[in-house]
């Protein structure tokens, strides 16, 4: 079985996806990106003990610790221990940062129907595991974005003086001590808020957030509209029965 990723001229291939519900698809189109901050995404699990949309470790730094203690420091007397614990460090203003969040398939990612000199036909196809954790956890539609939108948001947020950053997030093992991490998370680096557990690896998110823009409530950052260059499908199709077909320009 071929992958997309195997054909040279389509190795670089990328798709963009918003999974969104229908009651938000007509603010989307319109450029409207609606940014939650990274504190709703805290509390969320911590209030539905489900991880999922939701994660608890957002904007921390994590590592697992082993043969814990917790010492009373009135009469250092050991009142609990544990075999094995989690930690986490998060600077304080990091819950206020706002985010947009959206999916990227690469092209490994799709597998090839057809080959042919002028065009390649192909289809997702990830583990039917993945595919579920998304329909469990996103929007009933999937929007296909436009192949220049994350050029479209930089215009965009340059043009009001923002400063942010837009990028895919890097997923980590948080059980282990990564020295690289620890690292960057003294020097207070940006990319802090781009770190997720192994766990949320099936979303293949890309993040864009603004930094110079703190919230505790859900803010819109507004665009241009996106509707004439966008495909809208179900999330059902998409992730299942989404067939692509790309025509080869003939440079003769």
Known sequence: MTRLSEIERCKGARFLVKFVNQEYLGILLDGNLYMNTLG???????????????????????FGVYNVKIIDPRNNQVIATANTGTLEERYEGVKEIPVFCFTAFSA??????????????????????????????????????????????????????LEYIIRSVQYNDYS????????????????????KDNFFDYQREVRFAILNQPSQVPTEFNM?????????????????????????????
């Open 224 to 252: 241009k509209s996106i509707r004439e260059q966008s495909v809208v499908m179900e999330a059902e199709k998409f992730l299942h029965d989404y067939y692509v077909e790309i025509k080869f320009r003939n440079n003769n």
């Open 40 to 62: 709703h995404f805290i509390e969320q699990e911590k209030r539905t003990m489900i991880r999922g949309q939701g994660d608890k470790y957002e904007g921390a730094h994590v």
């Open 108 to 161: 490994k990612d799709f597998k090839v129907i057809e080959e042919k000199e002028d065009s390649v036909s192909f289809v997702l196809d990830i583990d039917i595991k993945e595919k579920n954790k998304i329909l469990e956890n996103f929007g009933d539609k999937a929007v296909l974005l436009p192949s220049n939108f994350i050029n479209l948001i930089e215009e965009e947020a340059d043009s009001q003086g």
């Open 176 to 195: 282990i001590i990564n020295s690289d991490r620890k690292k960057k998370f003294e020097e207070k680096s940006v990319e802090i808020i781009m770190w």
